[in-house]
């Protein structure tokens, strides 16, 4: 997509807002963070995301929602983006869109993925990919509300490579008291690792998520086959159906 414009500024929560980038980092070869100043921002729970809209200068249109990936920080706000090969959007804001450029958003969106510090069931976490950022973003919260509510967060990702935001929750599992970070690969696992490369199981759930009898709040975030398989295993496990709250991000990876 061309260089996007932005048409007339719109300011509330329903509505578009205007945003600019301030920042971008690296978090893999493949993604990265967009830290994104957002006028008169109004807050949001971790789990929610945002509607981006870009307009290209004949008019013509692309919508496409992100998560929120860390507490606000007064107006500014941060999205992760995973290069999807092909894609219309996500290529733009990672190769195109430059610090100074405005992007219209809408938000923040979202009540059911959400999770909200007050809350003191322990929470297990389940994410595939680019499925991790509405998660870490529950972790960030955690830390930030000084909650030492248990939380277990189980992350498939292809390689060592692939994985977003390596060394936070590297550093996190060290820190923050009660997080217990399980990482597993899809392709290769890197050097030392005890669990086979493949996708997630019965076997990855039951040995490190939570018993059923602790009530646990899940929440499971990735691509529509992940989230289904999970969801799926975690209720024959006999996770009650309403405390596992899901979002699909697309059809296959990312
Ligand atoms: C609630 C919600 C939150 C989301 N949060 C994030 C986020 O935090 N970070 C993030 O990177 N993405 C997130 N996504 C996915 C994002 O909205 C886009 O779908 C993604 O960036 C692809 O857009 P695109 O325009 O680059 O690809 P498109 O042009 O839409 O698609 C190109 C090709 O890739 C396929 N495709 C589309 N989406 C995906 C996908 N996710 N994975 C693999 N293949 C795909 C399409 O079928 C098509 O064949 C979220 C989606 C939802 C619904």
């Given amino acids: 997509m061309a ?3 932005v048409p007339g500024r719109l300011s509330n929560r329903l509505g578009w807002r205007v945003a600019h980038l301030v920042e971008r980092r690296a978090e893999t070869p493949t993604a990265g963070t967009l830290v994104l100043d957002a006028p008169d921002w109004p807050g949001h729970l971790p789990g929610q995301h945002v509607d981006v809209r870009l307009t290209a200068p004949d008019g013509y249109r692309a ?4 998560s929120l990936a860390a507490p606000a920080d007064g107006d500014r706000i941060e999205l992760t983006v995973q290069r999807v090969p092909d894609g219309e959007v ?3 804001l990672l190769d195109v869109f430059a610090v100074g450029d405005p992007v219209e958003l809408r938000g ?3 009540g059911w993925f959400v999770w909200r510090p007050a809350d003191p069931a322990p929470v297990l976490l389940v994410g595939g990919g680019s499925g991790i950022v509405p998660l ?4 960030r919260a955690r830390r930030a509300a000084g909650s030492r509510v248990p939380f277990r967060l189980i992350y498939s990702a292809r390689t060592a490579a692939d994985v977003l935001y390596a060394d936070e929750l590297r550093r996190r599992t060290r820190d923050d008291l009660g997080l217990d970070v399980f990482p597993l690969f899809t392709r290769e696992p890197p050097e030392g690792a005890t669990r086979p490369a493949g996708r997630i199981s019965t076997a990855d759930l039951n040995t490190n998520g939570w018993p059923p009898s602790f009530e646990p709040a899940c929440f499971v975030c990735g691509p529509t086959g992940f989230v289904e398989t999970v969801a799926d295993i975690l209720v024959a496990l006999g996770h009650d159906p309403r405390r596992v709250r899901t979002e699909r991000f697309g059809p296959t990876g990312g």
């Fill in 108 to 110: 923040p969106v979202g």
């Fill in 136 to 139: 870490m973003a529950m972790v």
């Fill in 3 to 5: 260089r996007a414009a």
């Fill in 63 to 66: 919508e496409r929602a992100y």
């Fill in 90 to 92: 996500s290529p733009y």
